[in-house]
């Protein structure tokens, strides 16, 4: 298990596994309005009950009540979230969904490490932000970190530890302090870190020594998709690529869409119900259809990145390489509570072009590889560039 100050689930355990599915202005921001907001971003509208059994309106009653009692909106709306079978709902505070929907736009709040929990429970560095309060501090890759605000950390899951480093209990802002208790080797010290206003890597590239360029993309957040395009642009003529979506949580599907253009001229890429309506997703016109490609994926690709492979694959465009995607399909719509705070509950369910549900069932790969996947994509391309 791994995870990084990036998009990591605020410390409730109905988050969900990672960034819910965001459709934006194409999608939920109308679902009960009839409103439609900037494209690439999520609309908090008033609580309504659905044609989902109306567990909108029972969450925001359930609020109401807690609130006028004195007790907490936050913990009833989750009572009822949970009571009403809703996979995916999840409640967030008001500072925890302004976190959200920054971490969306490329931005967040830490202290630009990467951890993961090792056998044993031990949590261990596996990356530092160049630049970083963490580097500067020293702190490397391979460090072991043992408490946060002397909290130890071993054997907990990484996304409260992850949780811990952002301060999101206290709604900690860029400049407050946390205090690390760490060890390399024998050697154990402490370090106060200031957090700081950090920029995400959503998009890498990297050109592998055969002349196959790799795009990484970590999560579909603002300005993802045109980095993608820019880099398909960018790639050597005629040299394939590898789209790596391994591990990639999701993110703004106007994100995903926007890269599938890069792939695509044009056509669908998914379709989608809310609340029964049924629409559809569609590339733009112009992209590369002609150069070799291999999706890679795992079982923490999700969400927009699920319904990327998927299209993606059912079009023809891409060889799929990796182990089964993680299954989750579903779209949430964002109503505000009474308190301020903001419910996701489920509303409907995407399918890939040719009708398939990802929804607790995620995308299988053409080619299954889990050890030396991206060995396995690079023979695979080999074969596509001699096909063509």
């Known amino acids: 298990m791994s995870g990084r100050d990036l998009f990591c689930q605020p ?8 960034l819910t599915l965001v459709f934006a202005s194409v999608l939920a921001a109308g679902a009960a309005t009839g409103a439609f907001d900037t494209p690439g971003r999520k609309s908090v509208t008033p609580a309504a009950r659905t044609a989902q059994g109306g567990h909108q309106g029972d969450v925001a009653d359930a609020a109401a009540e807690a609130m006028a009692d004195g007790k907490s909106p936050v913990e009833a709306a ?5 009571r009403s079978g809703d996979r995916w709902g999840a409640v967030y505070s008001q500072g925890e969904y302004e976190e959200f929907e920054d971490a969306l736009d490329g931005q967040y709040t830490g202290v630009g490490l990467w951890a993961r929990r090792e056998r044993g429970g031990r949590i261990e560095v596996t990356r530092v932000r160049s630049g970083s309060p963490a580097a500067t501090a020293g702190i490397r890759k391979g460090d072991r970190l043992r408490s946060v605000d002397g909290h130890r950390v071993d054997g907990r899951p990484v996304t409260e530890v992850v949780s811990l480093l952002r301060g999101d209990a206290t709604g900690a802002d860029a400049g407050t302090t946390v205090d690390l208790g760490l060890q390399r080797g024998t050697h154990a010290w402490s370090e106060t870190l200031r957090r700081a206003r950090l920029s995400t890597d959503s998009v890498s590239v990297r050109e592998l020594p055969g002349g196959v360029t790799v795009i990484k993309v970590a999560a579909f957040t603002k300005g993802s998709g045109d980095l993608v395009r820019t ?34 001229d044009g056509g669908l890429v998914a379709t989608y119900d809310v609340n029964g309506d049924q629409k559809a997703l569609h590339a733009d016109p112009g992209g590369d259809t002609a150069r070799p490609l291999v999706a890679l994926v795992d079982g923490g690709t999700m969400s927009a990145a699920e319904l990327l492979t998927g299209g993606l694959q059912d079009r023809g465009r891409a060889v799929v390489v990796g182990s089964r995607t993680f299954g989750k399909g579903s779209v949430q719509m964002p109503s505000r509570l009474p308190d301020g705070s903001v419910a996701e509950l489920t509303v409907g369910h995407y399918r ?3 009708g398939r549900t990802v929804d607790a069932r995620g995308i299988t790969p053409d080619l299954e590889a889990e050890e030396g996947a991206l060995e396995r994509a690079e023979t695979v391309l080999s074969g596509l560039g001699d096909a063509e």
């Open 11 to 18: 410390r409730r355990i109905r988050r969900g596994a990672a």
């Open 231 to 264: 880099a398909v642009a960018d790639a050597p003529a005629d040299e394939g690529i590898v789209l790596d979506l391994r591990g990639n949580s999701g993110g703004l599907v106007t994100e995903a869409v926007t890269a599938a253009s890069a792939f695509l």
């Open 78 to 82: 989750e009572r009822a979230v949970s």
């Open 352 to 354: 890939t072009p040719s």
